[in-house]
């Protein structure tokens, strides 16, 4: 059974940082990509960043410097870097996957910048 669960949101000043956590299982983790989305309220849910073949990484344009997503084989978690957050940064971030055509979800966690 594939399992995401997701960790390490919380509330930070702008500018701050945060590392969010995805502990995978039920899968083969190495071989399928991950990715990060996130959803602010009353918005659509927005791809963040992903990573595939532990190395080859993807980044939406609004975070690009700014977050680094990595993935541990060893402990089958993806994380998910976020350096010099902005107010508009706040939202439901969801760890992600693909397998034979199935989307899998975490339950999300909550990340808000906010002075």
């Known amino acids: 059974q594939v399992q995401l669960v997701e960790s390490g949101g919380g509330l930070v000043q702008p500018g701050g940082s945060l590392r969010l956590s995805c502990a995978a299982s039920g899968f083969t983790f190495s071989i399928y990509p991950m990715a990060w989305y996130r959803q602010a309220p009353g918005k659509e849910r927005e791809l963040v960043a992903t990573i595939r073949s532990g190395t080859i990484t993807n980044y939406a344009d609004s975070v690009k410097g700014r977050f680094t997503i990595s993935g541990d084989n060893a402990k089958n978690t993806v994380y998910l870097q976020m350096n010099s957050l902005k107010p508009e940064d706040t939202a439901v971030y969801y760890c992600?996957?693909?397998?034979?055509?199935?989307?899998?979800w975490g339950q999300g966690t909550q990340v808000t910048v906010s002075s």
């Open positions: 992600n996957t693909i397998i034979a055509f199935t989307a899998y």
